[in-house]
Nanobody, 120 residues
Framework: QVQLVESGGGLVQAGESLKLTCAASGRIFSINAMGWYRQAPGKQRELVATITSAGSTVYADSVKGRFTISRDNAKNTVELQTNSLKPEDTAVYYC??????????????WGQGTQVTVAE
């Protein structure tokens, strides 16, 4: 079993910052990409940012210049530093990981999500 646990969400005012953290645990051989996705009420889940084990990153246009994704391969953690938050950033943020549990078994996993609310 692999578990992803997010933390760091909360209620902030527009312009403030939050740091989201995701920790992966369980039977893990290696993790390729890790990322953050978000879903607002009534909307589709969308990609926010991803990062590979080698450090290659992808960001949604809506967060470029404001959010930064990073990871610690040794700890199996990924972080999302969210700066200059806007009300439209309000959503449940989900951690995702492409995990190899062994050299012959690879799967995609999701965390339970952490709520980010940005008030105006």
């Amino acid at each position: 079993q692999v578990q992803l646990v997010e933390s760091g969400g909360g209620l902030v005012q527009a312009g403030e910052s939050l740091k989201l953290t995701c920790a992966a645990s369980g039977r893990i051989f290696s993790i390729n990409a890790m990322g953050w996705y978000r879903q607002a009420p009534g909307k589709q889940r969308e990609l926010v940012a991803t990062i590979t084990s080698a450090g290659s990153t992808v960001y949604a246009d809506s967060v470029k210049g404001r959010f930064t994704i990073s990871r610690d391969n040794a700890k199996n953690t990924v972080e999302l530093q969210t700066n200059s938050l806007k009300p439209e950033d309000t959503a449940v943020y989900y951690c995702n990981a492409d995990v190899s549990k062994s050299p012959w078994y690879r799967n995609n996993y999701w965390g339970q999500g952490t709520q980010v609310t940005v008030a105006e």
